[in-house]
C-alpha cells in the first residue's frame, strides 16, 4: 500500500482537488448573463442563428464562446455544465504542471508540479472565481480558452524539439486566437515563437507551419475585426472621448489596486515570490541571493497590503517591489530566449503584457486578471517543484508532511466555498420552486436574496436589467411582479 501511495501519489492528491472542486462547482446556479443566453435556442433554429449573427455584429467577437454557451445553457439545469465546470479546472491544472516541466508527462518532476498547481489553482480568491469559472458564461469566455491556449503552447514546445507540427496544428491556433481577447493575444506571440523557432533553426515553411500562421491570423482578425467591437465602443462614450494618454493614466491606480487584490493576483503573485525567492537563495550565489531576498520581501509587503491592509506606503512598496523583482524576472530570462527557450519570457512578459493592455479599456476586473494569473503558475510551479525536490532528497519525510500540508491547505480554502454555494444553492431551490408555482398560478413572485455574498455573481435582484432577463428565461410574463426577501 505505502509503496503504491509513493508511486501515485499526485494522482490521488489530484483526484482529491478534483472532488473537492466538483464539490464546489455542482452547487453553481444560473447567474448574470446565463439568463439571456438561456434565451437563444427558445425561438427555434433559426431564430437563434439570427440572434448569433446580430450579437457578431453588435455586441463583441465572441462569437465561439458565446455559441457554445448558449448550447450549454439550454439545459436549464446546468447538468451539462457540472462536468464542463470540473473539466476546464482540471485541464488547466493538468496543463500547467504539464507545461511547467517542459511537456514530459513522464518526467519525474511532473508529480510534484500536478500537486504544485492543484494548490495554486486553490489559491485563486472567491471573488475571482465568481467572475469566472464559478459562472457558466464566466467560465465559458474566460476560463474555456486558457486549456486551449495552455494546449497550443505545448505544441510550440513540442515543435521545437522534433522542428515538425502536427498536420492539425492549425485548428487549435485558430481557437486559441478567436475565443477571447487576452488569450488572443497571447496565441498570436505564441504563432510568433514558431514563426523565431522555424527562422533560428532555418526550418523549411511546411504546409503544416503555413497552416498554423494563417489561421492563427484568421482566427485574431476574426475575434478583433467583429462589428460589434466598434458598436461595443459607443456603450462608453466618456471613456473613448479622453485622449489616449488620459486613458491610461485614469486606469493606472484602479488597475494596479484590482492586480494586488485577494480578488486579483495577490495570494498567487505572493507564491511565486516566495517559490522563485527562495530558491535563488539557497543558491548561494550573491546576486541571486540579493534578488532573492527582494522576492521575499514583495511576497511579504503584498500579504501585509492584502491580508491586513490601511497603510497606503505598504500598498505603494509593495506595487513598486513587485514591479521591479518582475522586471528582473523578464530581464534575466532574455539571454535563454536568445537561445531558443522561450518560457521565462513568455510567463512572466506576457501576464504583464496582457494587464498593460487593460489600461486602455473601459472595462476590467478580477475576470480579466484570471488570464495572467494562470500563466504566472508555470514558472511558480517549476520554482516549487525545484525545492520541492531538494527537500526530497536531504529530508524525503519533511517532503512527504509538505504534501500532505499541501492537501490540507486545499481543503481549507475550497471548504468554506463550498459550505457558502451550498447555502446559496439551496435558498435558490425554494427560488425555482417559487418560479414554477408563479407560472402555474400567476400573482406575483417571491424571490429571496442569497445568505452568502462572495459565493455568487449577478442575480435578478442586483439590476433591471438581469431582472428582465431572468423573467424572459423561465417564461414569466414580463410585468410580473418580483419581492424580494430575506430567507
Known amino acids: 500500500m505505502g509503496a503504491f501511495i509513493k508511486k501515485n501519489y499526485h494522482f490521488l492528491f489530484f483526484a482529491a482537488f478534483l472532488a473537492l472542486e466538483a464539490a464546489l462547482v455542482f452547487c453553481v446556479v444560473p447567474f448574470g448573463d446565463d439568463y439571456y443566453y438561456m434565451t437563444f435556442l427558445s425561438g427555434g433554429f433559426s431564430n437563434f442563428v439570427k440572434l448569433n449573427a446580430s450579437h457578431y455584429l453588435e455586441v463583441n467577437g465572441r462569437a465561439i464562446v458565446h455559441l457554445i454557451d448558449e448550447l450549454i445553457l439550454f439545459d436549464r439545469s446546468l447538468t451539462v455544465w457540472k462536468f464542463v465546470g470540473v473539466a476546464l479546472i482540471g485541464s488547466i491544472v493538468w496543463l500547467t504542471a504539464l507545461v511547467s516541466v517542459g511537456g514530459e508527462r513522464k518526467s519525474e518532476k511532473f508529480p510534484a508540479a500536478l500537486v504544485l498547481s492543484s494548490l495554486l489553482f486553490a489559491l485563486i480568491d472567491v471573488r475571482m472565481a465568481n467572475e469566472t469559472f464559478l459562472w457558466v458564461t464566466g467560465a465559458m469566455n474566460y476560463v474555456l480558452p486558457l486549456p486551449i491556449l495552455l494546449w497550443y503552447y505545448l505544441v510550440y514546445k513540442k515543435f521545437t524539439k522534433t522542428k515538425r507540427l502536427p498536420a492539425g496544428a492549425f485548428v487549435l491556433a485558430f481557437f486559441a486566437s478567436s475565443m477571447i481577447e487576452q488569450c488572443a493575444f497571447a496565441a498570436l506571440i505564441i504563432t510568433g515563437l514558431i514563426i523565431y523557432t522555424s527562422v533560428l533553426n532555418k526550418i523549411k515553411p511546411r504546409a503544416a507551419l503555413i497552416l498554423c500562421v494563417l489561421f492563427s491570423l484568421a482566427g485574431f482578425a476574426f475575434l478583433f475585426l467583429a462589428p460589434g467591437n466598434s458598436v461595443r465602443t459607443t456603450y462608453y462614450p466618456e471613456f473613448y472621448q479622453m485622449p489616449l494618454y488620459k486613458r491610461i493614466i485614469s486606469n493606472i491606480k484602479p488597475l494596479a489596486s484590482t492586480i494586488l487584490s485577494r480578488r486579483g493576483s495577490?495570494?498567487?503573485?505572493?507564491?511565486?515570490?516566495?517559490?522563485?525567492?527562495?530558491?535563488?537563495l539557497i543558491s548561494k550565489k550573491r546576486a541571486a541571493v540579493f534578488l532573492g531576498a527582494a522576492d521575499i520581501l514583495a511576497a511579504i509587503l503584498v500579504m501585509i497590503h492584502v491580508h491586513i491592509g490601511g497603510v497606503m506606503a505598504i500598498a505603494v512598496a509593495a506595487a513598486a517591489v513587485s514591479a521591479i523583482c518582475f522586471a528582473f524576472d523578464i530581464i534575466l530570462s532574455l539571454p535563454a530566449l536568445?537561445?531558443?527557450?522561450?518560457?521565462?519570457?513568455?510567463?512572466?512578459?506576457?501576464?504583464?503584457?496582457?494587464?498593460?493592455?487593460?489600461?486602455?479599456?473601459?472595462?476590467?476586473?478580477?475576470?480579466?486578471?484570471?488570464?495572467?494569473?494562470?500563466?504566472?503558475?508555470?514558472?511558480?510551479?517549476?520554482?516549487?517543484?525545484?525545492?520541492?525536490?531538494?527537500?526530497?532528497?536531504?529530508?524525503?519525510?519533511?517532503?512527504?508532511?509538505?504534501?500532505?500540508?499541501?492537501?490540507?491547505?486545499?481543503?481549507?480554502?475550497?471548504?468554506?466555498?463550498?459550505?457558502?454555494?451550498?447555502?446559496?444553492?439551496?435558498?435558490?431551490?425554494?427560488?425555482?420552486?417559487?418560479?414554477?408555482?408563479?407560472?402555474?398560478?400567476?400573482g406575483e413572485l417571491v424571490y429571496y436574496f442569497m445568505p452568502v455574498e462572495d459565493c455568487r455573481y449577478v442575480l435578478p435582484y442586483d439590476n433591471a436589467y438581469h431582472q428582465y432577463w431572468f423573467k424572459s428565461a423561465y417564461g414569466l410574463p414580463n410585468d410580473t411582479v418580483i419581492r424580494y426577501e430575506f430567507p
Open 266 to 280: 495577490a495570494d498567487v503573485l505572493a507564491a511565486y515570490f516566495v517559490f522563485g525567492g527562495v530558491r535563488r
Open 338 to 442: 536568445r537561445a531558443g527557450d522561450a518560457d521565462g519570457v513568455f510567463f512572466t512578459l506576457v501576464p504583464a503584457v496582457l494587464q498593460g493592455a487593460m489600461l486602455i479599456s473601459p472595462l476590467y476586473g478580477a475576470r480579466t486578471v484570471l488570464c495572467s494569473v494562470v500563466l504566472i503558475f508555470i514558472p511558480a510551479a517549476r520554482d516549487g517543484v525545484f525545492l520541492l525536490r531538494r527537500l526530497n532528497q536531504r529530508v524525503p519525510a519533511l517532503a512527504s508532511v509538505c504534501v500532505i500540508a499541501a492537501l490540507v491547505a486545499v481543503a481549507g480554502l475550497c471548504a468554506p466555498w463550498i459550505i457558502g454555494y451550498a447555502k446559496n444553492r439551496n435558498i435558490q431551490t425554494y427560488n425555482m420552486q417559487n418560479v414554477s408555482i408563479c407560472k402555474e398560478n400567476g
